[in-house]
């Protein structure tokens, strides 16, 4: 066995203040084992911190000793490394851009500086050669609130990076979600859908109860029971989907798991920037620009910086209204920009804050009816659509020895405005208009304490407390004149929410780790509506709702190697009860219909793996899953077309998830996904018609994808790209009673892709739905005039895109 470098050469390679942890390191060094690199792996914890630090813990997790400080230009803040690996890998993931290695003998390792490499901002070009190392070993996420790598983690996750959301046209969530394994989305509209994972659907339509999957932008969640505000990704590093309920660190809300968009954060160490644009034109459509912007600026000396983005685009038309004499009538643009800062304070303190606001504006809705054809509609009005989004958070952190601290709170103003052709809906045969506002004010605060990571057990605990502030306004008024005639309600619900939550994960083991976690949790909603002009005298008293309970979770997971891993877990999901607007409000004699509807649990059972072959060639991950639906709530309408929410009964699915990755070698690159379950109502209430084993609503029972790329150098300094992109998606129905207009789904549709790159330039031509496939994506549009005619929203057609990107 070597002997370990000396204290004395540990001292003298670190800076003064760090010599306590060095002499402690050199102390547990003398008495632990060696690590060699060919040695069994261990469990490392090591969070982002000054690279000096980190090297020390570092040298404590694995039985070695490292030596080198000062190496320029090596310095700056490690990446957080966690998992089960080899110390040379563990160090590989460990230092940042500037530092590299060389292992001297088996239990010593010198740090070496090493070149940066140049700048990029958001979708950096890909480099000429091509990369030694898979991409995924590369990628950290942050899904389970600590900083892990991808690579075998024991839950079901996807994650796709900033290039492969470029590469994909991923200009919102809703452009990536048939690439993500189990992910469905509505397509009701640009800033109007709900997302679903794993078949966990509450029905298809957007109404007050609360979204089954959490959305976040960072650590902040952005609905509520608002719709995706169809963000567009500019300037993110990754996208994360974590699926299964998600009770235990995410609330209520994420019964069907989270969506994470994680943003480029600001980097006190570069100036860099870059500018996109693209152009588009749609068959039997019209065309379309886009334009967008990104600048890292670093201040004071590099401790603080500043990070901006800024983006406009126009979506194509498609819809021709046969009855207005207009075309291509679902015109839609999108605008916004995002703000961010930063500041290193010292004694390893840091804060961040940052700024989000994006507008929507879409002329009419993309849904056809009519004779007209599949890309016609024959509304007597209108129906555009506005959804305005801001969001401002900052946060305070530090990074202690035995634990880190992360303190943030947040405020959403979220209002998204639809208005809908009401022509005969409530009497008269005049063009009418029903308008609907609706006002989100979501205000959040947490603090979250983890451990550092040395020893067997890691650990989090943090609180949370947020108030949701919602109004909503409903009223008919004249398309001609633009004016309110009457109000058909006004609502407004205030749910408040408080939870203690906490996780251990222990290592029994080097190979067998136990994960216990529980969230507690108290809510209190307060609604009131009033404003019924249909029903002149109806009124509706003030109520409030209670609610607590307990999330568990627990998980056990076995590693044979760093990407070799099984689990079993179950976890459990909830969401808060809430009241309806009666359902005489739209001036019939109709009974109250569920005026009040009650909380809803999941509880899921899972067991999967992930592993390597064929010298890491091969990435495989499967799990098999059991989820337990009680009193499952949805939005659906009245034969008005009022909303309404009701407990529709319990439901169950059972499926089976798989994802692989080949990568043969530098050039190919085959990534696909499957999904096979049964949504399923298992025993429907009394309160709304349900029909069992038919399928949950909006949501197919096979779901599968592939993504083919091929990457070739093709001159000094430059490299090229070709992509194609399958996906199908089996048949659903819009409706839990299976009625035959609401079939839809049952389609294929492809994408083929062409980039050209350099250190700083990206030409990319892109063409979605190749075959320019007519497949009905969502059998819905309008809930007034749904029973005069059956209604479908196509695919959008063969689309042509071309971008140019250039960074500096």
């Known amino acids: 066995m070597m002997t370990p470098l000396p204290g004395r050469l540990l001292m003298a390679t670190f800076p003064r203040g760090e010599m306590p942890l060095v002499l402690l390191a050199a102390a547990a060094l003398a008495a632990a084992p060696a690590a060699a690199q060919g040695a069994p792996a261990r469990i490392f914890h090591l969070p982002r911190e000054p ?126 979600a048939m690439q993500m394994a189990g992910v469905t989305v509505t397509n009701l509209g640009s800033g109007r859908n709900k997302i679903f994972i794993r078949g966990l659907s509450d029905g298809s339509f957007t109404g007050h109860t609360q979204s089954t999957v959490g959305l976040y932008l960072d650590d902040v969640p952005i609905t509520y029971s608002a719709p995706d505000p169809d963000l567009r990704l500019v300037d993110v590093e990754r996208v994360e989907v974590l699926r299964g309920p998600q009770g235990t660190l995410y609330g209520s809300g994420s019964i069907g798991g989270i969506v994470r968009i994680v943003t480029v954060k600001p980097d006190p160490t570069t100036f860099a920037g870059n500018v996109t644009l693209e152009a588009a034109t749609a068959q039997h459509g019209a065309k379309g620009t886009g334009l967008d912007a990104t600048l890292n600026l670093p201040l004071l000396a590099g401790r603080a910086a500043l990070r901006g983005s800024v983006y406009r685009d126009e979506q194509p038309g498609y819809i021709d209204n046969t009855r207005l004499g207009l075309s291509n009538v679902n015109y839609g643009q999108r605008s916004g920009g995002r703000i961010a800062a930063l500041l290193n304070l010292g004694e390893r303190w840091r804060l961040q804050a940052s700024y989000a606001h994006q507008s929507i504006n879409t002329r009419d809705s993309h849904y056809a009816q009519g004779p007209g054809g599949p890309l016609t509609r024959d509304a007597q009005v209108r129906e555009p659509h506005d959804n305005d989004f801001s969001e401002v958070s900052a946060s305070a952190s530090r990074a202690g020895d035995v634990a880190d601290l992360k303190v943030s709170a947040a405020f959403i103003d979220h209002s998204p405005k639809t208005r809908y052709d009401a022509t005969g809906a409530f009497g008269g045969t005049e063009p009418a208009a029903f308008d609907e506002e609706r006002q989100v004010d979501l205000a959040v605060a947490e603090a979250v304490l983890s451990s550092a990571g040395e020893g067997r057990l890691a650990w989090l605990v943090g609180l949370f407390a947020s108030q949701a502030d919602e109004t909503d306004d409903a009223t008919l008024a004249d398309p001609a004149h633009d004016a309110v005639s009457r109000f058909v309600y006004r609502r407004r619900d205030r749910l408040s929410e408080a939870a203690l939550y906490g996780e251990a994960a222990y290592d029994v083991s080097n190979r067998l780790t136990v994960t216990l976690g529980g969230r507690l949790f108290a809510s209190r909603l307060k609604s009131e509506s009033g404003d019924f002009d249909l029903a002149p005298g109806l009124f509706q008293p003030r109520r409030h709702l209670d609610d607590s309970g307990f999330a568990p979770k627990l998980r056990a997971s076995y590693a044979w190697s760093p990407d070799r891993v099984v689990y079993v877990q179950y976890q459990e999901g909830f969401r808060s009860g809430g009241f309806n607007i009666p359902a005489a409000a739209d001036g019939g004699d109709g009974a109250q219909l569920g005026s009040a509807f009650h909380p809803d649990r999941l509880r899921s059972y899972e067991a999967g793996g992930a592993l390597t072959l064929f010298e890491r060639t091969l990435r495989l991950r499967a799990a098999v899953f059991h989820a337990d639906w009680s009193r499952l709530q949805t939005d659906q309408y009245l034969p008005s077309g009022l909303p309404m929410t009701v407990n529709i009964g319990d439901g169950s699915n059972t499926g089976l998830e798989l994802e692989a990755q080949w990568r043969p070698d530098e050039h190919w690159r085959l990534r696909g996904n499957l999904l096979v379950e049964d949504p399923t109502i298992t025993r429907p209430s009394d309160a709304f018609p349900a029909t069992v084993d038919i399928g949950l609503p909006g949501v197919a029972s096979l779901l599968g994808s592939a993504d083919l790329l091929y990457g070739w150098r093709v001159a000094e300094g430059w490299r090229g790209e070709a992509s194609a992109q399958v996906a199908y998606v089996g048949h659903s129905f819009l409706t839990f009673d299976g009625a035959a207009a609401s079939r839809m789904g049952d389609y294929a549709v492809g994408r083929l892709d062409f980039a050209l790159s350099s250190d700083r330039l990206r030409v990319q031509l892109a063409v979605d739905n190749v075959s320019d496939a007519r497949g009905d994506t969502f059998s819905f549009g309008n809930p007034f005039s749904r029973a005069r005619a059956p209604q479908s929203t196509p695919l959008r057609p063969r689309t042509v895109t071309l971008s140019f990107s250039r960074s500096f």
């Open 51 to 176: 690279v000096e630090r980190a090297l020390v813990r570092f040298a404590l997790q694995a039985g070695v000793s490292v030596g080198g400080l000062p190496a320029p230009p090596c310095g700056g803040l490690s990446r957080p490394t966690y998992g089960l690996m080899s110390a040379s890998r563990a160090l590989t993931h460990l230092l940042p851009a500037g530092c590299g290695f060389e292992a001297i003998d088996a239990d010593s390792f010198r740090i070496v500086g090493v070149p940066r490499p140049a700048p990029h901002a958001q979708r950096p070009a890909a480099s000429t050669p091509a990369p030694e190392t898979d991409p995924l070993d590369e990628l950290v996420v942050t899904a389970e609130r600590r900083s892990e790598p991808l690579v075998g983690r024991a839950y079901p996750i996807s994650v796709l990076s900033g290039d492969d959301i470029a590469r994909l046209g991923g200009g919102s969530f809703a452009d990536l």
